[in-house]
Every structure is written in structure tokens, then in C-alpha cells.
């Protein structure tokens, strides 16, 4: 454990070096950071005593080795926008954009194991065959409009007509797919419970809960699909392994062969692919937070490339990247724990 350990964070410390470096890299690319410091009345002489003093004059290595040692310290710039710390402003942001993972990610555990194992177990009923077309719906429905779906479907201030309002049923579901039945569409809501100080989670209130459903939804259906179609063919694949033809000639019930023996391998590479696929959503979350307009850090990140706010975008990467390596290390773990036959190492046992 403790050689797997130190390997994964010698990793972790290169991967992000490597991220370090791409990330300071683009801010030539991105302007000139003294156009959003200083307004055009400012001179040229004063413009370049301030570009000295900023040390924008250095060399590339001079500028990343003072970049790097502030980032050691947790210091990664001041935003232009805001006029505060960046990791200040982005540990702002966070909680909203982990309270909408982590929504997202209830969903497709709940969702999409039951869904996957029954499609493996009955692949020819007629259920399974359906969510199965619906998962390659899914699959090719991009994420902004399955949010602007949902908006014109259940939220409030949306009133649709889909069905005839002239018998009962039909008036019912108009109704119900009206304002008065609608849901949230914009903002987290109010009366967010404080967690951790300056931390708030709509988790714990009603209005919390409401907002969150339909951005959870939206964000939860990019990876749904994958997960239903990656379960039932990791499920398949282990009903017709020979352990399980063991079993099933023990006269084991099937019930503790499908959930006991095969479901545990099953989720293996589930584990594997979910740790990974966490980390991309907190990427996804922009097109999502964009759409609902969700005051997460993928609506800040958005919002800082309009306006130019380099740091901000510098330290929105430095953010992104961490969480990908923390999440990778974590899934090894995992894995590890789950599966004994496979040491940390990488070796068989």
C-alpha cells in the first residue's frame, strides 16, 4: 500500500507539472492582462513601469518558477473580475458545482445498475430492448438540449400545450405540465444550510432540492447511457463466465448468483470508468450551469473567458486537473479494496 501509494502521488506530481505548464503557457494566447488592469487613459510609460513591476518582461522560465512557487503556497493570482484570491473565488463556486455532481451521480447509480443487470439477465424482453434504444438515444442527445428540453417540459413559467385539453387526461397533463406543477429553472434557490463556514448547500431545504432536480437530470444524462450499456456488457460477459456455469450446477438460486457473485465483478470496471467519469463532469458542468444558469465554477469559468480574466481561467485548470488526479488515485484504491485478488501493485496475488 504504501509503494502504490507513493507511486500514484509521484504521478500525480508530474501529471500535474505537465498541467502547470500547459496552463501557464496559454495566457499569452489569451491577451494582455494590463488591458484589463489599467483603462486606456493610462500612458505608455506608466503602462510599461507596471508591466516591470509584474514582472511580465521576465523570461518564460523566470514567470512559471515564480508561477509555481505561489501555487506551492496556494496562491494562484488575483482575479481581475472580482479583485479577489482566484482559489477564493473558485471555492465560492464549488459547492454549487459539487452539489450538481454529486445529484447527477445519485441519479445514475440509481438508474442505471438495476437497468444495466435486468437488461443482462432478460435480454430479450421487451423492457430491456426499450431502455436499451433509450439509452442510444441518450447517447446522441447532447447535454444543452436535453436542459432546454427539460426547461420547456417542467419548468416553471412554461406553459404547454402537448396534449388535447378537451377530454380530462389531457387537461390533467397539461396541468401538470404547467406552471403550477413546473420546477425551478434558474438559480439554487433559497435558504441554503451554511456547511463548513463559507460553504452553502441546497441539499438540506426544499427550495435547495427543487432547484436541483432538473440540472441534476441534464447533467445525469450524458453519462446514464453509457453507464446502463457499460453494466449490461460487463453483466453479460460474467453470466457466461465458468464460475458462474459453477454455481448455476451447485444449484445456487439465481438471485444470489446474479447479485452476489456476478454484479461484484460486474461493477469493477463500472468503478473504474466512474472515477474517471466524475472527474469529466465537473468539466461537463459548463454547458449545464450555462443553460440553468447555475452559480457553479463552470458558469465562473464561462464568465471569465468572456471577460478575459486570465488568472481565473489559470486557476480554473489548476482546480480541474487536481480533481482528475485525486479521483484517479481514489478509484485505484478502490479497486484494489474491491477486488483482493489484485494487488496495488498491478500484480495478480
Known amino acids: 500500500m504504501l509503494a502504490f501509494l507513493v507511486q500514484r502521488i509521484s504521478q500525480a506530481v508530474l501529471v500535474m507539472f505537465v498541467i502547470s505548464v500547459i496552463a501557464f ?68 463556486h464549488l459547492p454549487a458545482t459539487l452539489e450538481l455532481v454529486i445529484g447527477a451521480s445519485l441519479i445514475i447509480i440509481v438508474f442505471s445498475v438495476p437497468i ?49 385539453s378537451d377530454t380530462a387526461w389531457g387537461q390533467w397533463l397539461n396541468d401538470f405540465f404547467s406552471t403550477e406543477g413546473g420546477l425551478p429553472s ?36 450524458i453519462m446514464l447511457p453509457l453507464f ?36 461484484k465483478n460486474t461493477m469493477l470496471p463500472v468503478i473504474t470508468v466512474g472515477g474517471v467519469q466524475i472527474g469529466i463532469m465537473v468539466a461537463y458542468t459548463i454547458l449545464t450551469e450555462t443553460v440553468f444558469q447555475w452559480p457553479g465554477v463552470g458558469l465562473m469559468f464561462l464568465e471569465a473567458i468572456t471577460r478575459s480574466d486570465i488568472p481565473l481561467i489559470v486557476a480554473y485548470l489548476m482546480v480541474v486537473g487536481l480533481i482528475f488526479v485525486i479521483t484517479n488515485t481514489v478509484v485505484d484504491l478502490i479497486y484494489g479494496l474491491v477486488n483482493p485478488t489484485v494487488k496495488l501493485t498491478g500484480k495478480k496475488a
Open 25 to 92: 503557457a496559454i495566457q499569452d494566447g489569451l491577451g494582455d492582462p494590463l488591458q484589463q488592469m489599467v483603462g486606456m487613459s493610462v500612458s505608455e510609460q506608466e503602462r510599461e513601469a507596471l508591466r516591470e513591476e509584474l514582472g511580465l518582461d521576465d523570461p518564460f522560465l523566470v514567470q512559471y518558477l515564480r508561477f509555481a512557487g505561489n501555487a506551492l503556497q496556494g496562491d494562484l493570482g488575483t482575479s481581475y473580475f472580482y479583485g479577489e484570491p482566484t482559489m477564493a473565488v473558485i471555492l465560492d
Open 186 to 221: 434558474y438559480g439554487r434557490g433559497d435558504n441554503l444550510t451554511h456547511l463548513f463556514g463559507t460553504w452553502r448547500s441546497g441539499f438540506f431545504s426544499e427550495s435547495g432540492l427543487m432547484h436541483l432536480v432538473l440540472p441534476s437530470i441534464s447533467l445525469a444524462s
Open 228 to 263: 446502463i450499456r457499460l453494466i449490461r456488457a460487463e453483466m453479460m460477459e460474467v453470466l457466461q463466465s465458468d464460475y458462474i456455469r459453477y454455481a448455476r450446477a451447485k444449484g445456487l438460486s439465481a438471485g444470489r448468483i446474479n447479485f452476489l457473485h456476478a454484479l
Open 116 to 164: 444495466g443487470v435486468y437488461a443482462a439477465i432478460r435480454p430479450q424482453a421487451w423492457l430491456a430492448k426499450f431502455f436499451m434504444g433509450i439509452s442510444t438515444v441518450g447517447i446522441s442527445i447532447p447535454v444543452f438540449l436535453t436542459a432546454i428540453v427539460l426547461i420547456q417540459l417542467f419548468s416553471i413559467g412554461v406553459t404547454v400545450q402537448w396534449f388535447p
